[in-house]
Every structure is written in structure tokens, then in C-alpha cells.
T-cell receptor
């Protein structure tokens, strides 16, 4: 099993450009999450999904959109990138809710917006 | 909204010294998880605590959940260079979301 994979690993964008980050998991997990990590601020939840076809907002959803068309994939979109979106983005998944389940994280995508 | 704070933000220790990081939530938690992130890596799950006053040990690591379920601690005995990284607590309060603490970065000097 590959676990949780993220594409791409690195990306540099110019302000106003758009892009999509792909997260894929092969563990048949129901729940998937997108976080951003900034220095001194821990991980902040952007959006999450409790199952195929469903999405919900997290702590910092503005400027991002997501889709979960297939159970194994969770896409994070930036329609018009801004320098404030420079960050490391992590995807995570769990078998079900967070009650008694650890989160499995992907390796991260480092995004720089100029 | 719910907030989870950790102290200290940084800790530098000599190899063999003990280390403790503290986690405090603004709200009562259903459970708390701890993660370790090596430099340049991704967070990796260490443990989950659920019961009030619960204490769990993993070799040199001791995890504790407060009686009021609003705070937690991680203590490492006799640190080693392999303990280097950032330790995060993450609390859940009756939602599907985990709120991560700000993290404590541990540096161990040989």
C-alpha cells in the first residue's frame, strides 16, 4: 500500500494563477482532510470530507475549493492564488470519524505564491 | 472557536535530559491525540487519550490527559537525538474536526 500520496510535491505560482492539488489514498478510508501548515501556527484545517460526494468547511476555507468525486481522491483547488496561500499543504485520511482513529498524513505539497 | 495552545514553542536539551510539552484547550475535549513531525516530514500519529486522567506510556514517552479533559502533556525521559522533531497535540471536541496545537519543536544536542 502506498498510503496517502500527494501531487505535486512542490509548486511555484504567480499571484492570480490557479492550480489543483491532488490527494489519493489506497486504504479505503471514508474521511479525508486538507490542512495547511505555517511556521508557528501548527496545522489548520481547510476543508474535509466525510465520504464520497460530500465536503465541509474547516477553520480556514476562504480562497480554496475541494471536491471528492471518488472515495480515494480529494482535490484541493486554488482559483486565484495569493501570496498568503504560500504554505505547506498536507492531506490526511482516517477510516471513519476522529473518535477513535488516527490520521494518516501524506508527504505534503510545498506551495510558493509569488 | 476552539483553541489549542502548546508550550513551550521551542526546547533545546542536551542528550539524556528530560523534556516535557504541555497542551491546553479552551474547551473540554472528547479525546486528544499526539503526533510527531520530523524536520521536512509529515505528522505521524503517536497515541490517543480518551479517559479523564488517563496515562499511557510508550517506552521513554509518557502521555497524560488531564482530569478536566482540557489539558495534556507529553514527557520524554532521557532524550536521544532520534527524538528531534516537532510534537503536536490535537484535540477533538464533539465534532469531526481535530484542532491541532501550535506544536513544540524539540532539538537535542549530542
Amino acid at each position: 500500500n502506498a498510503g496517502v500520496t500527494q501531487t505535486p510535491k512542490f509548486r511555484v505560482l504567480k499571484t492570480g494563477q490557479s492550480m489543483t492539488l491532488l490527494c489519493a489514498q489506497d486504504m479505503n478510508h471514508e474521511y479525508m482532510y486538507w490542512y495547511r501548515q505555517d511556521p508557528g501556527m501548527g496545522l489548520r484545517l481547510i476543508h474535509y470530507s466525510v465520504g464520497e460526494g460530500t465536503t465541509a468547511k474547516g477553520e480556514v476555507p476562504d480562497g480554496y475549493n475541494v471536491s471528492r468525486l471518488k472515495k480515494q481522491n480529494f482535490l484541493l483547488g486554488l482559483e486565484s492564488a495569493a501570496p498568503s496561500q504560500t504554505s505547506v499543504y498536507f492531506c490526511a485520511s482516517t477510516p471513519r470519524g476522529l473518535s477513535y482513529n488516527e490520521q494518516f498524513f501524506g508527504p505534503g505539497t510545498r506551495l510558493t505564491v509569488l | 472557536g476552539q483553541q489549542v495552545m502548546q508550550i513551550p514553542q521551542y526546547q533545546h536539551v542536551q542528550e539524556g535530559e528530560d523534556f516535557t510539552t504541555y497542551c491546553n484547550s479552551s474547551t473540554t475535549l472528547s479525546n486528544i491525540q499526539w503526533y510527531k513531525q520530523r524536520p521536512g516530514g509529515h505528522p505521524v500519529f503517536l497515541i490517543q487519550l480518551v479517559k479523564s486522567g488517563e496515562v499511557k506510556k510508550q517506552k521513554r514517552l509518557t502521555f497524560q490527559f488531564g482530569e478536566a479533559k482540557k489539558n495534556s502533556s507529553l514527557h520524554i525521559t532521557a532524550t536521544q537525538t532520534t527524538d528531534v522533531g516537532t510534537y503536536f497535540c490535537a484535540g477533538r471536541a464533539n465534532t469531526d474536526k481535530l484542532i491541532f496545537g501550535t506544536g513544540t519543536r524539540l532539538q537535542v544536542f549530542p
